[in-house]
């Protein structure tokens, strides 16, 4: 965590110092919240239902305003411009169902288009090149591309999700429990899905997940959450069995951590 | 089973009873109510009108005020007039070489007794009178008059769902660009649905005259203030997840309408825009009572005149299309929706 903000190319990807986060009549969300991520790196929040994952990256996404603090994408403020170059992976995928998957796609780069092409949804031809290259890039054919997002199975959506989240050629990924709502297979193809396309990007990502294996599994460096406070923050490597406790609130006897310490 | 009974903490539970005491009292006096209302409503004359009418029908009464009035209207009812007859020397400019489609003239003796003033003896003269006689010419004139009708009802609600549109975003609680704008709108729908058709098209026949204008106007207020409303109400009701996901881009509030909104609600948005067109057709039929064209200013002008054979094929059509509109209707939903 750096307190310093460099101007410099090799700036921290997403920077965020003293975010306050509080919603109406409850307590603090976030509370004096610092954090920073370095380009290309997959990093992972690791947290409990409640612990501010969500409102953590609602601020990023600009889904919702901070009450204080400042939120620097490469040293520079975020601004709504800004903000295209960020992209999104939702819970609930956040598809319009009666839209094909291609214009789910192409319908990331809206904010750029003029009012009439988006009324009409007439992408230009580069844009709908684009979105072709990359839903096949996430493994669907064209047959999925003109097929209603209502008509796809979970994983296929979150492929869709995914590639619409590419197509602003975004330097940092958000994705908001990716997988809470897939099978364990599709589970683990989404996330190593979302893995390399970030590589081959040199995007980095900050990934928001219950799930203590695939956090292990997937991350260079896990965030531990709980109740908007980072409770640890290192290399999955790092993380014992004291400190996952620390994060889900649990005892021992819970059976998931002492299944992730055998 | 029995240590589940046994268990005292679960003894003292009370589960909520589909209904109490208190549900019976609102029921006594609902039914107290409407024991005075129907007293009011004259509910004892329609009861003993009923009866009288359904002895007269299996023979144990010689008439009654229902049968009699049901009989004079049936009487003259029917048949039904389809044809339609004029007297040539009524009309200008018939040219006898080309007549009508469908046509003929028709020559009948009219054999007239009159008092002879000067012999005072009653004599009898023979005129010869000749009719133009069109054998589906009604019926011709009353299918026009129902297209007018139905074109009058498209009219209507295709404006009112231009307008609607754009209206909708305005009275959307979550998409209105202000408060007031958003209170504006909302007073501004609710005003427009607030007057009935045939009032709106009394004062409308004031200003714009006889004729469909009128009838398109009125009809396009009142679903403005319907389709204003409903529009309003899918777009709050809407799935926000594609909603927020579109906002994560960074798009603006017209992208996320279209793209994110749009798709949700235009099957309900179709259902709702054709249940304006279904009504608006059967309402385009009443206003012309109150002249604002379209079938039903020839239907108030033929009840006036006792032209119960006339009234007769106008019920037809319109019983008819409105059948026909429903099939339409159900096919055209189930394909789009």
């Not at chain 1, 004096?32 to 992972?44: E, K, R, T």
């Not at chain 1, 990934?207 to 260079?220: E, G, P, T, V």
């Amino acid at each position: 965590m750096t307190d310093e903000k460099p101007q410099a190319p090799d700036a921290p990807a997403l920077e965020l110092s003293g975010v306050f986060k509080s919603y109406k009549n409850g307590p603090a969300v976030l509370e004096n919240f610092s954090l920073s991520i370095a380009p290309g790196c997959f990093c992972v929040i690791l947290g409990s239902s409640g612990s501010g994952k969500s409102t953590l990256l609602k601020c990023i996404a600009g889904l919702t305003e901070p009450d204080a603090g400042d939120i620097r994408l490469h040293g520079k403020p975020l601004t709504r411009k800004r903000l295209r170059r960020v992209g999104m992976v939702h819970q609930d995928f956040g598809l319009s169902d009666r839209l094909t998957a291609a214009q789910n796609v192409m319908s990331g780069l809206a904010a750029t288009l003029s009012a009439w092409r988006v009324a009409l949804q007439l992408y230009p031809d580069q844009i709908q090149r684009q979105a072709c290259a990359l839903l096949s890039r996430v493994g669907l054919s064209e047959n999925h591309a003109n097929r209603r997002a209502s008509k796809l199975s979970g994983g296929q959506k979150q492929r869709v999700g995914i590639a619409r989240a590419l197509i602003s050629d975004p330097s940092l990924i958000l994705a908001d429990e990716p997988v809470a709502s897939l099978d364990p297979k599709s589970s683990v193809e989404i996330m190593t899905l979302l893995k390399s396309a970030a590589q081959e990007r040199g995007a980095a990502v900050l990934c928001s997940l219950h799930q203590i294996d695939l956090a292990r599994k997937y991350a260079d460096r896990i965030i531990g959450l709980s109740h908007g406070a980072i409770v640890f923050d290192g290399p999955p490597t790092a993380l014992t069995r004291e400190e996952m406790q620390a994060i889900f609130d649990m005892d021992d006897s819970s059976t998931i951590i002492r299944m992730e310490v055998a | 089973m029995s240590d589940v009974a046994q268990d005292s903490g679960v003894r003292d539970w009370h589960l909520k009873q589909p209904f109490g005491w208190r549900s019976l009292l609102v029921l006594f006096m609902v039914l107290a109510v409407s024991l005075v209302s129907a007293e009011r409503m004259q509910f004892d004359r329609m009861a003993s009108q009923i009866g009288d009418f359904a002895l007269e029908t299996v023979g144990l009464r010689e008439s009654s005020q229902i049968g009699r009035g049901m009989e004079s209207v049936t009487r003259d009812m029917f048949p039904i007039a389809i044809a339609e007859r004029r007297p040539i020397d009524l009309m200008d400019g018939l040219d006898e070489t080309e007549l009508p489609f469908l046509s003929h003239i028709e020559t009948v003796d009219i054999e007239t007794t009159e008092l002879d003033p000067e012999t005072l003896q009653m004599t009898t003269s023979v005129s010869e009178r000749r009719f133009l006689v069109e054998p589906i010419g009604y019926l011709v004139f009353v299918l026009g008059k129902m297209v007018e009708t139905i074109e009058i009802a498209i009219w209507a609600s295709l404006i009112a769902i231009l307008v609607s549109l754009p209206l909708a975003w305005l009275c959307a609680g979550n998409y209105s660009p202000h408060p007031i704008i958003y209170a504006g709108a909302r007073s501004f729908v609710s005003l427009l649905r607030s007057i009935p058709e045939l009032i709106s098209a009394l004062f409308l026949v004031l200003a714009f005259g006889f004729g469909p204008i009128a009838g398109i106007l009125a009809l396009t207020f009142h679903s403005i203030g319907f389709l204003g409303k409903f529009y309003a109400e899918d777009i709050e009701a809407a799935n926000t997840s594609p909603q927020h996901a579109l906002k994560a881009t960074g798009a603006g509030t017209f992208a996320i309408l279209r793209l994110a909104v749009l798709p949700q609600v235009l099957p309900s948005y179709t259902g709702l825009s054709l249940y304006i067109l279904d009504r608006n057709i059967r309402m385009a039929t009443v206003i012309g009572l109150v002249g604002a064209g379209g079938i039903g200013q020839e239907l108030k002008g033929r009840f006036d005149m006792f032209q119960y054979d006339r009234v007769g094929t106008m019920l037809l059509v319109i019983f008819l299309t409105v059948m026909a509109l429903d099939v339409v209707s159900a096919r055209f939903r189930n394909r789009l929706v």
